[in-house]
C-alpha cells in the first residue's frame, strides 16, 4: 500500500488543475446525521472532497477499515476515501488541499493543521453544517416498509450491541415490575376528521366540513396510560382547569388503569390541542391553553402528595410541555427529595412552539429531547450532533441522553456507571411511512424509562423503544400503547429478519470520544 505522502501527491496530478479539493478526517465508526451534515457542508466548499480515515487500531477506533470505507463510499458527496497510516498532518501536506474542514466545535482547541494549511495558502474552515436537517436523501435508506406494523429491524445496531430479537421479549415482561409516578401537563388531543370541499370562491382559503371527532388524552395523561399499559403500576399527578374536559380527563384515565391526581387551577382550563385532517393529512393544528406557571400554594401541595409517594415508587417520569405545570422551583424540589431517597428520574420537555430547557432537569437515568430541544438547552447552533449530545449529558449530569430526529431515527449517548465513558451510537427510525407522528416521542420516552429502571441495559432499552415509537406511529391517535403491543411490534420484526433471531457477535461499532493527537471528538468518529 502506498503510503499517505504518495497518495496525496498522486490525486493532486491526477485531478484537473483547477480542482479545488476539501478534506476532512476522522474515525467515521458509525455514519449518523450529525457526519453527513458536516460531510455536505465540506462537499459545497470543493470540487472534490476526500476523506481521511484513521487506520484500525488508532485511538477510539472500534470498526474495520473497509466497513467504514464503504459506507462513505456510499455517499454521493464523498469523491475518495484514504486510508492514513498516521496523523492527517502529512497527507494533508502532499495533497495540499484549499479547504480543510472540522467540526464547529474545534474553533477555539488548538489545531495543528492550522499552520501547514495557511502555509501553502488553503484555509481550514470550522462548521457542522445546516442545523434543519435537509439532506436526507444522502443517508442510504437502508430499511423499507414492512407488512402490517410497516416496521423493519436495523440490523447491525442489534449485531454491535449483541441483541437478538427473542431476548427482547423477556425485557417486556420486565416493565410490570416498576412502580411510576408521572408528573407534568396534561392535554386533550382532538382529531376533527374532514371533508375537503374545496377552495374558498371569496378569497384563497381551503375549505373543509368536520364530520367526525376523536378525542384522546396525551401529555403526562397518556404517558401514564402508556407505562400501564406496558403493565406498571402508575400514578399520575397534574394540573388542571375546573371544567368539562377535565372531569372527560379524569373518567378515561380511571378507566385506564391510571390513579391520577388532578389538583384544580381556576386560572388555568385544560389544555386543548385539535388537529384538523383530511385525507390523511393533518391541514391545521389550534392550541386551546393557558402557560403562566401555577400558583406557589399549588407547587406545595404537589410536592406534599410527592413526598408521600416516595416510599412506594421507583421511578418518577417528568412529562413537561412548558405550559406553566411545572416551574422550576417545584422541579428542584422533587429532583432533591427523589435523591435523598434513592428513585431513579426522567424527563421530557418538548419545544414545538414555546421556549425550554431541558437540561434544567438534572440527575436524570434519561432525558429525551429533540434535536431542536438540544440545542435551545445549550444555545448553539452550530456544534455536530454528537458533540450536542455529550456536551448536553455533561451539562444536565444525566446519565443517558437520546436526541430524536423525526424520521433520521435517533442518536443515544450513553454514560458508562463504572468508568464515566461516554458512547454514543446511532439508531434509523424503524418506520419509514408513519400515518401519525403524535405520540412517538411519548412512547419512546416511556418504555425506555420503565426499562431502565427494570434494569434493561441502555441499548436494549433504546431498542425497545424504537419498536414503540414505530408501533405508535403506524396508527393515527395518541392511543395507549400495550405490552402486547410491543411484543406484536418485536413478533413482526422477527418474521421480517429471521437472520437476526440471534447475533453474530460481529465488532461493536460503538463511537466514542478521542481519536488522532487526542483532538478528534466524537462528531468526527
Not at 148 to 162: G, I, K, S, T
Not at 166 to 189: F, M, Q, T, Y
Not at 489 to 518: N, V, Y
Amino acid at each position: 500500500m502506498a503510503d499517505n505522502m504518495s497518495i496525496g501527491v498522486q490525486l493532486r496530478l491526477d485531478a484537473d488543475p483547477h480542482t479545488k479539493f476539501g478534506f476532512i478526517s476522522g474515525n467515521f465508526n458509525v455514519l449518523h446525521p450529525g457526519h453527513v451534515r458536516l460531510l455536505q457542508f465540506a462537499s459545497e466548499l470543493c470540487d472534490k472532497l476526500v476523506v481521511g480515515l484513521l487506520p484500525d487500531g488508532a485511538t477510539a477506533v472500534t470498526v474495520s477499515y473497509d466497513v467504514r470505507a464503504e459506507s462513505l463510499r456510499a455517499l454521493a458527496v464523498v469523491d475518495h476515501v484514504v486510508a492514513l497510516d498516521r496523523d492527517p498532518l502529512s497527507f494533508i501536506s502532499a495533497l495540499q488541499p484549499e479547504v480543510v474542514v472540522k467540526g464547529y466545535e474545534f474553533a477555539d482547541a488548538d489545531n495543528p493543521e492550522q499552520s501547514i494549511v495557511e502555509g501553502y495558502g488553503g484555509r481550514l474552515v470550522f462548521g457542522s453544517g445546516e442545523t434543519q436537517f435537509s439532506s436526507i436523501e444522502l443517508i442510504e435508506r437502508e430499511f423499507q416498509a414492512g407488512f402490517q406494523l410497516n416496521v423493519r429491524a436495523p440490523v447491525e445496531f442489534l449485531r454491535r450491541h449483541d441483541i437478538t430479537l427473542p431476548s427482547l421479549k423477556s425485557d417486556v415482561a420486565k416493565l410490570e415490575n416498576v412502580r411510576v409516578l408521572i408528573i407534568g401537563d396534561l392535554i386533550i388531543d382532538d382529531y376533527l376528521t374532514c371533508s375537503p370541499l374545496g377552495m374558498s370562491q371569496e378569497d384563497p382559503t381551503i375549505v373543509v366540513m368536520p364530520i367526525a371527532t376523536n378525542r384522546y388524552v396525551g401529555g403526562a395523561g397518556v404517558v401514564s396510560a402508556h407505562a400501564r399499559a406496558l403493565g406498571a403500576d402508575v400514578r399520575l399527578l397534574s394540573v388542571v382547569g375546573d371544567d368539562q374536559t377535565a372531569e372527560f380527563a379524569g373518567d378515561w384515565l380511571k378507566s385506564e388503569g391510571v390513579e391520577a391526581t388532578l389538583l384544580t387551577d381556576n386560572t388555568r382550563p385544560t389544555t386543548v390541542k385539535e388537529r384538523y385532517r383530511a385525507n390523511g393529512k393533518t391541514l391545521l393544528r389550534v392550541n386551546r391553553l393557558r402557560q403562566h406557571p401555577i400558583s406557589l400554594s399549588i407547587v406545595k401541595s404537589v410536592v406534599r402528595k410527592v413526598e408521600c409517594m416516595l416510599n412506594d415508587i421507583d421511578l418518577i417520569l417528568f412529562s413537561d410541555f412548558n405550559y406553566g405545570c411545572l416551574p422550576q422551583g417545584l422541579v428542584s424540589a422533587i429532583v432533591a427529595r427523589a435523591k435523598e431517597n434513592g428513585v431513579m428520574m426522567a424527563a421530557d420537555s418538548q419545544a414545538s412552539s414555546q421556549m425550554a430547557d431541558i437540561s434544567r432537569f438534572r440527575h436524570m437515568e434519561l432525558i429525551t429531547p429533540t434535536e431542536r430541544e438540544a440545542r435551545l438547552a445549550m444555545r448553539d447552533d452550530q456544534i455536530g450532533l454528537a458533540a450536542l449530545a455529550q456536551r448536553l449529558l455533561d451539562t444536565s449530569a444525566t446519565n443517558n441522553t437520546i436526541i430524536t430526529l423525526a424520521a433520521e431515527g435517533l442518536l443515544v449517548c450513553a454514560k458508562n456507571a463504572v468508568t464515566g465513558e461516554q458512547t454514543v451510537d446511532r439508531l434509523p427510525a424503524f418506520n419509514s411511512t408513519p400515518l401519525d407522528v403524535a405520540g412517538a416521542g411519548d412512547s419512546l420516552f416511556t418504555t425506555v424509562s420503565l426499562a431502565r429502571c427494570a434494569g434493561v441495559d441502555i441499548w436494549r432499552s433504546v431498542y425497545l423503544g424504537s419498536v414503540a415509537a414505530a408501533c405508535q406511529v403506524s396508527r393515527v391517535g395518541n392511543a395507549p400503547l400495550s405490552h402486547t403491543d410491543l411484543l406484536a411490534g418485536i413478533e413482526t420484526l422477527s418474521s421480517q429478519s429471521p437472520e437476526i433471531k440471534t447475533t453474530s457477535g460481529a465488532e461493536d461499532a460503538r463511537i466514542s470520544a478521542g481519536g488522532w493527537a487526542g483532538h478528534q471528538a466524537a462528531p468526527l468518529n
